[in-house]
Nanobody
Framework: QVQLVESGGGLVQAGASLRLSCAAT????????MGWFRQAPGKEREFVAV???????YYADSVKGRFTISRDNAKNRVYLQMNSLKPEDTAVYYC?????????????????WGQGTQVTVSS
């Protein structure tokens, strides 16, 4: 059984930074790609970033240059460093484990999801 638990969300002003963390259970964490998605009220869940098992990364255009995804396989954790936050970044952020592909970017390519952490950016 795999469990993912996100933390680090909060309320910040535009231009601030936040670091999200996702703690994963399971011995094979290092074998899977790990991704971050977000969902704003009334909108579909959208891809944010993914890191492959080997550390290769891929980002949505909307966050490229501002967000950085990383992983620590020794600690079974994946992180999302978010800088220069904008009000449009406001959403619930979810981490997920990829089940197919090297750098999956669609929700159906993931099999386990966390419960989400709220990020609110005020203008």
């Amino acid at each position: 059984q795999v469990q993912l638990v996100e933390s680090g969300g909060g309320l910040v002003q535009a231009g601030a930074s936040l670091r999200l963390s996702c703690a994963a259970t399971g011995r094979t964490f290092s074998s899977y790609a790990m991704g971050w998605f977000r969902q704003a009220p009334g909108k579909e869940r959208e891809f944010v970033a993914v890191v492959s098992w080997s550390g290769t990364t891929y980002y949505a255009d909307s966050v490229k240059g501002r967000f950085t995804i990383s992983r620590d396989n020794a600690k079974n954790r994946v992180y999302l460093q978010m800088n220069s936050l904008k009000p449009e970044d406001t959403a619930v952020y979810y981490c997920a484990r990829g089940r197919i592909g090297t750098l999956p970017s669609e929700p159906y390519e993931y099999d386990y999801w966390g419960q989400g952490t709220q990020v609110t950016v005020s203008s």
